[in-house]
């Protein structure tokens, strides 16, 4: 388990006293005091009512929650438009003016700055293209874009009239994206053709070109030009953004849609092959987004600038770059290329030049900050940051302080926000001028949100123990279900304790009671942020020719949290066949490549003759994960053939002496 590979390591820390008090400076001046709490946990309904105000409705809630476990309603009888809180009301407020997005492309100098009004009419205009495309209320629009402004104004344009969007990240693959076209039965399709990444074009059309083949249902392409590449053109299926979204009108009358209304789809990994379609609504999620964006970042709308270096295809995007800062009305920077790109000190000349004032990040992207080393970071003016977020995985120690130090100047609080695609939002992390902070816990949970650690009968456990996280009551942006599959939501969050949410994750109470989140307890992998399962990358490795029997482990590793290692045994005529164990190996990481992305590559395969199975026949992929950490084997008697458990570390370790 997860929990136990830990153990060592955070051992050591949950007992030592290093924590951080709240500077003066938040105290003095956060938009929250200690009082929130007390006051959300008197009455978490009536809290989350009253943050729900701050939206613009336009007919107002009267029910709060309906509860009928584990379906949940929230503020159903109100009706609201996303895109209008988003845009129209800031607009109206007379902060038109005031630029929602600084958005700098990879290549140098390549970079647009648009205001609030601006970003209304685009997203107008695409509401109105996409109505003319035949788009409807509960129509799905599937998105596979760059991080370039068309794909915020796509999503919002959705939200305008209805139609819940289904981003797919742009890293995945033709197979990935026709697979979760094909679920969520999109008859539209954003793209564009190509985004700059790595400095160089990569193409995205020629991806949903692939994919359509798949997706007959599919009517129309919508295609932004950002590259200049060439592109195939489907006639009478493809059409150009320039084409047909500039030529309508700048102004959408938008309805207003009831609050349970499904805003969006959000494919995630689960324990089996097959991604889960995560889907949210309207009003719950808005609230939450909104609300946990306000307070965790403590944002004064007037002067923050605000930067989220995620993608707009994974839920950090979703809400904390589009709904969450855009319903409060903020500035930010968005950011399309690789970190590398034009030097390795790319983002803190970002930080310098739009004066960033809060940044939330992936430790990952931290780790590898820290191996460019403190100098780059020291070259630029990062003395407008006042607030540092993470968030995607456990962040250690070594790298919050690196963090604190060489980024935040020892003067910028951390959040080290843990939630998940399926909470919508945040939902543990300390409040800056509230809350100690400590490096390597996520400390509390956010106001209004119960959370537990319990033990596998469900019972919490004391204050220095550990066990499994998991949330004792429904909160706003909660998801509502898995697209089309109401069972598996049940089964996979609900059926583990009697009435509780099972996050999948272990975590430990310290002596304090506070939270430290440990990483998955089930077959889930995080590589770099990236969640996949062990089971969908085991399903496109045996998807290759050569491959009889697969088993992919997380392993941790220094820089990408975990890294997948796959041990793979041969079907006898290729094994026969001789080819050089080189090539196999190339072939099956590209293999995985094109079934669903190059982030689920294992960094290593292991060709092994034989697998370690139980009697009943199950893989031990515990024991495959000690020998891919080098860790002791111990107890191996359970083993059908307690020798392949030894002969494959031994194979290992032979590749490690080759790497
Ligand atoms: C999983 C969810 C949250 C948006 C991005 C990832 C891990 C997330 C933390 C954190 C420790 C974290 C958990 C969780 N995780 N944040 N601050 N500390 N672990 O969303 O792809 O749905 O992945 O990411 O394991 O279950 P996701």
Not at 46 to 73: G, I, K, Y
Request: glycine share 8%; net charge negative; aromatic share 8%.
């Amino acid at each position: 388990m997860a929990e136990e590979r830990h153990d060592e390591a955070v051992e050591a820390l949950l007992h030592e006293d290093r924590s951080f008090a709240p500077s003066d400076t938040f105290v003095a001046q956060a938009n929250v005091g200690p009082d929130v709490y007390a006051a959300a946990a008197a009455d978490p309904e009536a809290w989350w009512a009253e943050q729900a105000r701050a939206l613009e409705w336009d007919t107002p809630f009267t029910s709060v929650l309906e509860w009928e476990a584990p379906f949940a309603r929230w503020f159903a009888d109100g009706t609201l438009n996303a895109s209008v809180n988003c845009l129209d009301r800031h607009v109206a407020a007379g902060r038109g003016d005031k630029v929602a997005l600084h958005w700098v492309g990879e290549p140098e100098g390549d970079r647009l700055d648009i205001t609030y009004a601006e970003l209304l009419e685009r997203t107008c205009r695409a509401a109105n293209a996409l109505e003319a495309l035949g788009v409807e209320a509960g129509d799905r629009v599937a998105i596979y874009m760059p991080m370039i402004p068309e794909a915020v104004v796509a999503m919002l344009a959705c939200a305008r009239i209805g139609a819940p969007h289904s981003v797919i990240f742009g890293g995945f693959s033709a197979e990935a994206l026709a697979d979760r076209i094909t679920d969520a039965d999109a008859r539209v399709v954003i793209t564009a053709d190509g985004g700059f990444r790595r400095g160089a074009a990569s193409g995205l059309k020629v991806e949903v070109d692939a994919a359509l083949e798949l997706c007959p249902a599919v009517t129309t392409s919508l295609v932004v030009r950002r590259t200049g590449q060439e592109v195939e053109w489907v006639e009478g299926r493809d059409v150009w953004w320039h084409d047909v979204v500039d030529a309508q009108a700048p102004i959408h009358e938008a309805k207003a849609f009831p609050a349970e209304h499904p805003l969006y789809i959000m494919y995630t990994s689960g324990t089996t092959a097959k991604p889960k379609g995560i889907f949210h609504t309207t009003g719950g999620y808005l609230t939450h987004t909104s609300t946990t964006h306000r307070m965790v970042f403590d944002i004064k709308p007037e002067s923050d600038v605000c930067w989220t270096s995620a993608d707009i295809g994974w839920v950090t995007g979703h809400s904390y770059i589009v709904y969450g800062p855009l319903a409060n009305g903020v500035t930010q920077v968005m950011y399309e290329g690789t970190p590398d790109a034009g030097g390795k000190d790319r983002w803190w000349r970002i930080i310098d030049e739009y004066k960033v004032t809060i940044l939330y990040t992936a430790p990952t992207a931290i780790r590898t900050f820290m191996k460019w080393g403190a100098e780059l970071p020291a070259g630029h003016d990062l003395s407008s940051l006042r607030l540092l977020g993470s968030v995607g995985e456990p962040i250690n120690p070594e790298a919050w302080m690196w963090y604190r130090k060489h980024i935040g100047g020892d003067r910028c609080p951390i959040v080290d926000t843990w939630w998940q695609t399926e909470t919508g939002g945040i939902m543990i992390t300390p409040l800056p001028g509230v809350t100690a902070t400590k490096p390597g816990a996520a400390m509390v949970p956010f106001p209004g949100i119960s959370a537990e650690v319990v033990d596998n009968d469900g019972a919490p456990v004391p204050d220095g123990h550990g066990g499994l996280l998991v949330i004792t009551r429904p909160w706003p942006g909660m998801l509502r279900g898995i697209w089309g599959d109401p069972e598996r939501y049940a089964e996979t969050y609900w059926s583990k304790f009697d009435g509780l949410y099972f996050a999948g994750d272990g975590a430990k109470k310290d002596d304090d009671g506070d939270l430290w989140l440990l990483g998955r307890v089930d077959d889930v992998m995080n590589v770099s942020g990236h969640r996949l399962s062990t089971a969908e990358v085991e399903h496109a490795i045996v998807g290759h020719p050569a491959v009889a029997e697969a088993a992919v482990v997380g392993a941790s590793d220094d820089t990408t949290g975990q890294a997948i290692v796959a041990f793979v045994t041969l079907t006898s005529s290729s094994e026969l066949h001789g080819e050089d164990d080189t090539e196999i190996i190339a072939s099956i990481r590209a293999h995985v490549a094109d079934a669903i992305s190059p982030i689920a590559k294992p960094r290593q395969v292991i060709l092994t003759p034989d697998l370690p199975k139980t009697r009943s026949g199950k893989i031990m992929r515990r024991l495959l994960r000690d020998v891919a950490e080098n860790r002791d084997l111990g107890d191996v008697t359970t083993l059908t053939d307690p020798t392949v458990v030894k002969m494959i570390d031994g194979l290992m370790a032979a590749h490690a002496e080759d790497d």
